[in-house]
């Protein structure tokens, strides 16, 4: 399918909206908490409108473009704005809205420090998201991928204790020195071997260059692979359960929203529009991927079962989920694809409201492990409820988007014709189950502790639900089942990047 290309300001409002949040942030600070959070809020709105703005055209067949500048030749600073591009920006800058509300009952209800900051670069890392999403080329994805990572570094770090510093720098470690052995190589690669860096259906990879590279493209895809360590594939996911020792709207952000979607949404542009699916239907390397991926996704799983920490354990099953949405692309059928495109945008509404129920329990009751939470639903029933539809979509149980994505790589898989990738994906539904049902279990039908409540110094009667963080719980997880039972408009949108 032929796509007109339409010059377009939208891209770059979409980027910069946030970013220009930042010095009204920083101006207004502490004096005046309330318009500072307002102009977080209204930067988010600003960025959402206009990327939802775009969605006609693109549903219409039109490609958005930006030009910035020309650094060399077919090397370009430019935005443009696709179908996949579309799907993951759409739900970062809405879910952002929810999150900036969100901090707002969470960093007054934990009586936070710095958090001027905390804003500050919260917006930053949205803004560098949206130069992900809407990158033309590499090379504006690898510089946007950066600032990133060094957007999320003070929220990683936020509580300047020994634990958070030390968490920072594995996360750093891991996405900078990946970043820098792998991914500069591999671009610098593929600018050689095909003279430029833009995206295109299809893939640049002619095939001459195919034909006579066939070794030196599959070690250039694992490259990527692991360049883009956000992605979280095993072994490279140390830094993703070391972050947790951020601030839960942080963890949300980590888990669902923007750094670990960035590695996934990277990865999956290098398959379909670096490489192409006919390129990587020659290459040895899609079936180690695939190998890497269920791995992956199994132990991933395998290790979440173990940890009594909630955040510890939803980090695991993160690492596990992301997988699915490569392995989706990598099976190279358009069913295929099509539910790990969906599953991007599917497993950010429930993980995002699990990891908000996270938080909930830690703010309204003090509890952060799994063993802790007897009977609390008859005390927090909105956060339960809601940590209960997360669940069930993480699982894949029918009416919850999860069934959705899951359903359409269960079927990529037959397609396929991949019986172990199949049993994988089966696999792995079970072992959701294993670690996120005995957590409800304990929240609904054991008995809720009596006697005073031996942190903080609250009794069991202070507990109870923050308004802000409970609202925003009810709207993602409303959503979790809405997108479930009406999926058309999402999957019309993700259709289109395979025509």
Request: glycine share 8%; aromatic share 12%.
């Amino acid at each position: 399918m032929s796509l007109e290309v339409q010059t377009s300001v939208l891209p770059l409002i979409a980027v910069l909206s946030s970013a220009l949040a930042i010095p009204f942030i920083v101006w207004i600070g502490e004096r005046n908490p309330n318009l500072r959070e307002a102009v977080s809020v209204f930067a988010g709105i600003i960025k959402f409108i206009a990327v939802l703005s775009m969605v006609p055209s693109v549903i219409s067949g039109k490609i958005l473009e930006c030009h910035i500048v020309t650094l060399l030749p077919n090397m370009d600073l430019k935005f443009r704005v696709d179908a996949l591009g579309l799907v993951f920006a759409l739900g970062a800058s809405f879910l952002w809205i929810l999150t900036t509300f969100y901090s707002i009952g969470y960093m007054r209800g934990h009586q936070e420090k710095k958090q001027t900051r905390y804003y500050s670069c919260f917006a930053g890392a949205l803004s560098s998201t949206m130069g992900i999403a809407f990158a033309s080329n590499l090379f504006t994805l690898f510089l946007f991928y950066e600032i990133l990572t060094f957007t999320t570094y003070p929220l990683v770090a936020h509580h300047e204790d020994a634990e958070a510093r030390a968490g920072g720098r594995k996360y750093v470690l891991y996405l900078v020195g990946s970043a820098k052995l792998f991914l500069i190589a591999a671009i610098v690669l593929v600018y050689l071997l095909t003279g430029t860096l833009e995206f295109r259906n299809g893939g640049i990879i002619e095939a001459q260059v195919l034909e006579k590279n066939k070794g030196l493209l599959n070690l250039l895809f694992i490259m990527f692979l692991y360049g883009f360590a956000k992605a979280a594939v095993m072994p490279l996911h140390g830094w993703l359960p070391a972050a947790m020792v951020a601030p839960t709207p942080v963890s949300a952000l980590l888990h669902a929203v923007a750094v670990v979607k960035s590695g996934v949404f990277s990865v999956l542009r290098v398959i379909l529009h670096i490489f192409g699916l006919e390129s990587l239907k020659v290459l040895p390397a899609t079936d180690i991927a695939l190998l890497m991926c269920a791995f992956t996704i199994t132990v991933g799983s395998i290790i979440a079962l173990t940890r009594d920490n909630l955040k510890a354990r939803l980090a695991y099953s993160t690492i596990s989920q992301l997988s699915y949405i490569i392995l989706g692309a990598l099976l190279l059928t358009e069913e295929g694809i099509l539910g790990g495109i969906l599953h991007i945008t599917n497993h950010a509404f429930a993980k995002i409201t699990l990891f908000f129920c996270a938080g909930s329990l830690y703010v309204c009751a003090h509890k952060t492990l799994v063993s802790e939470l007897d009977g609390i639903a008859k005390r927090l029933p909105i956060t339960m409820v809601a940590f209960t539809i997360g669940a069930l979509a993480m699982i894949g149980m029918p009416l919850f988007n999860g069934f959705i994505s899951k359903w359409y790589l269960l079927v990529g898989a037959v397609e396929a014709q991949n019986l172990w990738i199949l049993m994988i994906l089966l696999l792995s539904s079970l072992l959701n189950a294993g670690y996120f049902l005995p957590i409800i279990y304990r929240a609904y039908f054991k008995d809720f502790p009596q006697g005073r409540f031996n942190k903080m110094h609250h009794t069991h009667h202070d507990i109870r639900e923050n308004p802000f963080m409970a609202g925003v719980l009810l709207i993602t997880s409303i959503l979790t089942i809405l997108t479930g039972i009406y999926p058309q408009p999402l999957i019309s949108l993700v259709e289109v990047v395979l025509k």
